[in-house]
């Protein structure tokens, strides 16, 4: 049996209070990783010619304001 299957079928053991407070923790854990892999992007300029992107679009008007956006249906 794999590691991933043991863990599966520990989870599958747990009481709910304990399953909640391991899907919080993966939850948190998972969040933490995206916000640190998204640092590095900037950090490494992959986003760069997306904002640039964007200041262009604004720059000639093709935007409109976020709350006239989020009116619409």
């Known amino acids: 049996m794999s590691t991933l299957a043991q863990i599966e079928a520990a989870i599958g ?5 304990d399953l909640r407070r391991l899907k919080e923790f993966v939850d948190r854990r998972c969040a933490d990783d995206a916000d640190a892999e998204f640092e590095a992007d900037v950090r490494a300029g992959k986003l760069d010619s997306l904002a640039e992107q964007a200041a262009q679009e604004i720059e ?4 409109e304001p976020l709350d006239e956006f989020l009116r619409h249906p």
Request: glycine fraction near 12%; charged fraction near 45%; aromatic fraction near 0%.
């Open 13 to 17: 053991r747990l009481p709910r209070e």
């Open 60 to 63: 000639a008007g093709e935007t």
